[in-house]
């Protein structure tokens, strides 16, 4: 999931950037995103459909809807999606998002304009969410997947007003050709990812993805059109606040590095390697010393010591090439052998005895306890938080603007 958005991204900034939207490379996710709410392990679910308290296919069956306060009467309608076109210019769905489920009516929740939210899109966004309440009671049950319901219609109301906006914008600067290879390159991407959720799950035909899906309550119409449409918003939105997010400074970076001291603590932890050589394997003890030294001097010289270990070697060490067991204090073993090995700086070795052999030590890593140093990898992770910060603020302030200006009419209470 994680290549195939770093790939729409891509692909998706360079139709902006010829569209004249900037030419970002940030891939900071988008905090209202759609496309990136599908987890990994979405689709692996099916084997829940046999629990008592699965979601059970929309199709071919109409599925009694998420009942919450749904307004005045009148106001919550059950309708054909014919009934409702959507305006001219809107990037829009080919259909209701489960018609081609078998699906006959569908209730429309909430609406931009002529342009209508079906609840089947929402109650979707939910299902992919089941894991959250599945361990609940009923009462508790109930009362969190209202929450999600409102939660995920706030989340695809917001979408659809950003890409009202891209379509605006683009309209606006006689740019409909790039609009529509933007749709396009979305389509694929979004197909793409289909693809590679059957291949994962060894899915072989459309019809058993299908299947599949339908004992999740799923549809791949809709799965498609959430990432298609979040992929679209999330790469937009990037390159609207590019300018503002590439302008943190060093000084913004040393601000956040002093006023967010306890997030950069480290741990004590150390990555080590062991060679053991057993004084019962040689007629005396000085000789299995010479042996370990030589070995030790290999080491020094730059000699790996994992093939050294498995090829020369007496202890268990062998058997995980070298590695040492333990990274923290009181977790190293044998527990003798701790204070050597958090003495030993990063790249260095050394010879330690024991009532049986002589084990060789090298430490390939040490980090002492403390705060972190503000070093150019912080730096860079402290950049990529305050740049996160910057956009989360910027579009929220953003989708507000939005959501005034276009005033979405809802009948479900947020």
Sequence with gaps: ?????????????????????????????????????LPADTLARADDAARPNAVRSQAPEILPPVRIDQGPPGKAVVADPAVVQPAAGRVTADAAPAADEGDTQVRIVASIGNAPIYESEVREAVYQR???????????????????????????????????????TLTARKQTAALGKLKEAAGKEADAMLKMFKADRGVKSDEDFRAMLRAQGLTMAGIRRQVERGTMMRVYMQEKFTDRMNSVSLEQV??????????????????????????????SPAEAKTYATQLHAQIQKGAEVGPLAVKFGHGDSALRDGAGIGEKPGDIF????????LQVKAGQSMIQETETGFHIIKVTARTVAGRRPLDEKLQAEIKKKVQGQIFEREAKRYVDTLWKRSQPQVWAEL
């Design 1 to 37: 999931m994680a290549l195939a958005n770093r790939r729409a991204t891509t692909a998706l900034a360079g139709i902006l950037a010829i569209s004249g939207l900037s030419g970002c490379e940030c891939t900071k996710k988008c905090f209202l995103s759609a496309a990136d709410r």
């Design 130 to 168: 089941l894991g959250e309440v599945l361990k609940l009671g009923d009462r508790e049950r109930a009362a969190k997947q209202k929450e999600m319901f409102k939660e995920e219609l706030r989340k695809i109301i917001e979408r659809e007003l950003v890409l009202e906006d891209l379509v605006s």
């Design 254 to 283: 040393r601000d956040y590095y002093a006023a967010n001291g306890a997030d950069f603590k480290a741990e004590d932890s150390v990555k080590w390697q062991d060679l053991f050589v057993m004084t019962g394997k040689f007629p």
């Design 334 to 341: 044998p527990p003798e052998l701790e204070p050597a090995v």
